[in-house]
């Protein structure tokens, strides 16, 4: 037996020992046998794959795109490689730059749904809309139950489309078997066959598959809306008028950010699409940093947040306040502002005065019946926990209204602006003109043609900002009425 086939049967034993670990989500003890096989036979692309993995597993984003750089060297079109890297970069909010690898895993490998699926929603994202809507068309000719592919096609399609019958057709057929299938599987079917019946007018039927499917992923989850607010209450009593008074202006001084805040389906996405056209703003869209300094931070004692926030002086203000500055995502040159559309940072409005004066604030604000509705009939992709039984939904938003309320009478003035999504649809352009004289911009007229930005959007609005300001939205709630009344019950006009 030759020196060189010994160690590529050494090399392999390496790699299958690493796949074992990798199963076992033993991230560590993967990356030290893929490297080992590596270093024996470079060329092992397969073991350049599990690298990538294991070190994506453990948070090291460098090593993962490396690794997935080198299989792909060691191995040309190698689709499992392309299709790794694109959605790694994907993940990492790099789109554009993950789009070539996306299309290649397709051309290479089109036998497989989830490149197709990937590519598809990145184009979603991207906002090529049309070329995205056939890419998901084709994924589920491939594989019908494809992770959210079907709601996704569903909840972006007319039913005047010509497809929409046959994705009609299908979802029935699921739905008539949903019993069989997984839960997420069974809520997403049921999500869509409720979009679709409200499309076609038939809202009886349309809130009877919504109930169904908001109790199916509501007995998915642990969620304790009582605990939220006691969270809420607390953060009231600790940034009181006293507190932000001692503190004011203490910290960072930088204007960078605008934070866009309030609950789903508020008209922020929007807003944030017109900033976003503003040629000095950096769309970011939800980013997570702000709740990533506090949840995990803890002060004297130990006491956890909002707590130690009780003790607060001006270092710490600079501190947290610099933190953010420094995570906080940077675009190309000449775009100096940045906008956060981490919508809970509804909560964090008192570190946000303390350790960041000079950013802005936007509170979006809609009609709570059309809000609320449209929160429980949407299958969110992750937190919004809330949101799938209507006496907690109903809660959660009184709770967020009362810590609204405290807001506005204990910050200082001019720190946040309130926008109604009505106001927005009915006089686009005044209200686009008060928001960029709020964050201390000048006006450009192009934020009026917001839908033409071809800036990556992710959240559940990704089809509607690619539109022209629209009014169907409004009222949506009126032939859910009776069905919604302990929802809306003494929301409107409290």
Not at 33 to 53: C, T, W
Not at 375 to 391: G, H, K, P, R, T
Not at 469 to 484: D, H, M, Q, T, V
Request: proline share 5%; glycine share 6%; charged share 25%.
């Amino acid at each position: 037996m030759s020196l060189s086939l010994r160690r590529r049967e050494r090399a392999r034993a390496a790699q299958k020992a690493g796949v074992a670990h990798l199963e076992a989500s033993e991230w560590e003890a993967a990356r030290v046998r893929f490297a080992e096989a590596l270093a024996l036979d470079p060329k092992l692309a397969a073991a350049h794959i599990g690298l990538a993995q294991a070190s994506r597993n453990q948070g090291d984003w460098p090593e993962s795109e490396r690794a997935a750089r080198a299989a792909l060297e060691a191995r040309p079109r190698f689709a499992r490689a392309a299709h790794y890297l694109g959605a790694l970069l994907v993940e990492q909010d790099r789109l554009a730059e993950a789009l070539p690898f996306l299309q290649a895993a397709v051309e290479w490998a089109p036998e497989v749904a989830q490149h197709h699926r990937d590519l598809g929603v990145t184009q979603l994202f991207l906002g090529d809309v049309e070329q995205a809507r056939a890419r998901l068309l084709r994924t589920i000719e491939l594989d019908i139950h494809s992770h959210e592919v079907l709601y996704t096609l569903i909840r972006g399609m007319s039913m005047d489309d010509p497809a929409a019958a046959r994705l009609m057709q299908v979802v029935r057929r699921l739905a008539e078997r949903a019993s069989e299938l997984p839960d997420a599987e069974r809520a997403q079917v049921l999500f869509s066959l409720g979009k679709a019946h409200e499309d076609r007018k038939e809202y009886d039927e349309a809130a009877e598959a919504f109930a169904r499917a908001n109790a199916v992923k509501r007995a998915t989850l642990e969620y304790d809306v009582g605990a939220a607010l006691l969270r809420f209450r607390n953060i009231e009593a600790t940034f009181d008028a006293g507190l932000l008074a001692r503190l004011a202006g203490q910290g960072a001084a930088s204007d960078r950010p605008i934070f866009i805040v309030g609950m789903p389906r508020s008209g922020s996405t929007l807003v944030e699409q017109i900033l976003g056209t503003h040629p000095k703003v950096h769309g970011a869209g939800e980013v997570y940093v702000l709740p990533q300094l506090l949840d995990g931070s803890s002060g004297a004692g130990g006491a956890a947040y909002p707590a130690w926030a009780r003790t607060m002086n001006a270092a710490d203000c600079l501190v947290i306040g610099q933190a953010y500055l420094d995570r906080a995502p940077k675009g190309p040159p000449g775009q100096t502002r940045v906008t956060d559309k981490w919508l809970e940072n509804f909560e964090h409005l008192g570190v946000i005065a303390l350790a960041l004066p000079n950013a802005k604030v936007i509170h979006c604000q809609r009609d709570p019946r059309d809000q609320l509705l449209s929160c429980w009939s949407l299958l969110f992709s992750q937190n919004q926990e809330y949101a799938y039984d209507i006496v907690e939904l109903a809660t959660y938003y009184r709770g967020y209204r009362a810590l609204m309320d405290h807001w506005r009478a204990v910050l200082p003035p001019g720190l946040f602006f309130e926008v109604r999504y009505e106001d927005l649809i009915a006089q686009p352009e005044a209200q686009s003109q008060r928001i960029l004289a709020h964050c201390g911009l000048e006006w450009n007229e192009a934020v009026l043609r917001f839908w033409e930005s071809r800036r990556p959007v992710k959240s559940a609005s990704m089809f509607q900002v690619r539109e022209p300001i629209y009014e169907r939205s409004i009222g949506r709630w009126e032939p859910f009425a009776k069905l919604l009344a302990p929802l809306f019950a003494g929301l409107v006009g409290e």
